[in-house]
DNA sequence: TTATATACGGAACGTCGTTCCGTTTAGCAA
DNA sequence: TTGCTAAACGGAACGACGTTCCGTATATAA
């Protein structure tokens, strides 16, 4: 997705306990931003990827590129799992099953929305990377769905993702609580099923 | 405007020097939370006001406790400007020199936008001390200004405050440059004087 | 003037970001 | 396997900062 990491073209260029290193702080990075914010001490991240400061600070020598590096790679992890999903699932479930996915991500980014609204013009991209990813995973999803008839026609991906991103990222709502309730009728109402028709044919 | 403040009420219940210290602290820190913003170190503003760190602690406990401090600080002393304005010049000049002097007001803040939306409940209060003192303050500059003809009728303060607000807190923009130019453009179209006409009746 | 509550100042402590360099080691060649 | 070298590591060290604490100074009342 980014350019080489340096693994397939040619010989080794990045020393092999260096990218161990690199994923083991991004894992890291990801659980402590979760827990605490992004602004986390950077001993405390390096300490739970069992490494020095020192390497962290080589590898993301500002807080931004590390909060940017963390929000990317969780970005390609939920939309590849949208692939993954549409394989080994019909569609209608396969949508549902990835929209709880997507849900759990956005509730993960609580911390981060302060980052992006802070003006740091370092976070800028990241709208963008997030809809760009996103929505074309969302929309194959979605049009096979519909194809099957599993649910209804007409909605727009950006705007689901948005109506989710919404009722996720409520202030002091616990991702098992509420939350995924308010999103499981969400799904439900996607839905267009024997017996149900759309609200307005009522 | 607050309770008392200890000095007019009974004996002399605040030591002299306690009140000149927490005086000269919140002067320190306008200056400084304008030159560096709200979140300057506690050294430098007890510096800035010829006190020890101790002093600014034992009267601040909090950063938000001296922030709110300072903001309604000047709040006040820009209201109280209105009347005295208001007492030494003729309604349309004195509504003119206030809006200049709010302008200054407003360009001095930009380090505590962050702040205000930062989401920190202790500064939920302040839009509203805003709005309660300014909105009154212009509103009798304007309705003088109006029953002498200087001005149109038909403005509204609080909208005429927003927009003010708006031009002077354009990021990037100096005090002394296009901003006061703009602000100059809104006064003059205020004005209701010989020759001019609504641009509607054009 | 003296007593005392009040307030002051700044040293001290712990945390954090960031740098720097002596040490370790992965990858390669012989 | 062994040695070589460049790459990478790790954590001590430094400075800035928030915050606390208590010995000292002083404003005030009697």
Request: hydrophobic letters at 45%; glycine letters at 10%.
């Amino acid at each position: 997705m980014d350019g080489d990491h340096g693994q397939e073209a040619g010989g080794p260029r990045v020393r092999a306990d260096a990218r161990r290193n690199e994923d083991a702080l991004l894992e890291a990075a990801k659980a402590i931003f979760a827990a605490s914010g992004v602004d986390a001490p950077a001993r405390e991240i390096a300490a739970r990827a069992g490494v020095g400061v020192g390497t962290l600070y080589r590898r993301f020598p500002s807080r931004a590129d590390l909060v940017i590096a963390v929000f990317k790679r969780e970005v390609d992890a939920c939309t590849a799992e949208a692939v993954v999903l549409a394989s080994g699932h019909p569609p209608g479930e396969a949508l549902a099953l990835w929209l709880r996915r997507f849900t759990r991500f956005i509730a993960a980014k609580r911390g981060l929305a302060q980052a992006l609204h802070s003006g740091d013009p370092a976070f800028q991209a990241l709208p963008d990377y997030f809809r760009q990813n996103f929505e074309p995973a969302l929309a194959g999803l979605l049009d096979a769905a519909v194809d099957v008839g599993a649910v209804r026609s007409g909605i727009e991906p950006y705007e689901l993702l948005r109506a989710i991103g919404n009722l996720a990222a409520i202030k002091g709502a616990e991702p098992e609580g509420e939350t995924s309730v308010m999103v499981e009728l969400l799904i439900d109402g996607l839905r267009l099923s024997a017996g149900k028709v759309p609200p307005a044919a009522g």
